[in-house]
């Protein structure tokens, strides 16, 4: 067993590095996906809309196998189901195919998403530890974002930072739609509100790489309603570490329980938080254009 799998106790904990060992699994997931991904799959739906694919099973199995190879005391909670040694102080919030609808669809815009939080003895139940480990990887760009508590974040072993954009006006912005439920997420007034602020809203289908894509600049922030701790653990260290804000949308601190989140650039922070509250007040808001209202007459009396 080498250094990184060895045991750690809280003091000496700056000096292991989960990375690269998390960082080989990743990849070696991702590989699994690959092969899936060009022999297609079947899928079976978890909810109305919500898919899930051998691929998601077979590549979860295979990533709880290797973290209890390479780290045999720690917890691992994975989207699958994966529910193992859950009171360990290390726990590994795994979701092994970020973007499942997309790989269901033959689009290639997904990920592989691990992250490491540290619960010291005495933390509750209801109270987080410390993130200390993130790896999301695509295996389509095979691109791999990094990061270790305090010392970072990285994109193919190079240092990433946050982008320097100051005003919404000026910024792109990331978000995402629920697979299941959709009709109860108010979300689509949120995206028209941002899009009409903004240089744009993409909507690309998996969270731990819009996180990643705050980290990395390529985009200014990212917003998103009921995620899960798998979805969001990896890419909120990642953001933090590239040095950019996550928290929820009253800009209080995010927790992994948390139902939003919203991480950005930190510049703009505090303007899209006022928008927030704007939104849920219902102030200065911008109406939407119905279908009846787009067919109306110009006012040159030509209509569209």
Known sequence: ???????????????????????????????????????????????????????????EKLIRTRLSEAFPGHGIFGEEGTRERLEAEHRW???????????????PQFSVSLGLEHRPPGTAPDEDGTLEAAVVYDPMRDEIFTARRSRGA????????????????????ATGFPSRKRHASPNIHFYHEFTLRSHGVRRAGSAALDLAYVAAGRVDAFWEFNLNPWDTAAGILLVTEAGGAVTDFSGRPYRLESREILASNGLIHAELVGLFADMFAGRNLAP???????LRPFPSGKGC
């Open 93 to 107: 919030y795994v979701d092994p195919l970020d973007g499942t609808t997309n790989f269901a669809h033959g689009f």
């Open 1 to 59: 067993m080498n250094a990184a799998a060895q045991p750690a106790a809280s003091s000496d904990l700056d000096q292991v590095d989960f990375v690269p060992r998390a960082a080989e699994i990743a990849r070696e997931a991702g590989a699994r996906l690959r092969e899936f991904f060009a022999a297609g799959v079947a899928t079976e739906y978890k909810g109305d809309a919500d898919l899930v694919t051998a691929a998601d099973r077979t590549v």
């Open 154 to 173: 990285e994109l193919n072993g190079k240092p990433i930072r946050v982008s320097r954009a100051g005003q919404l006006a000026e910024a792109l912005l």
């Open 288 to 294: 939407v254009p119905t279908a009846h209202d787009y």
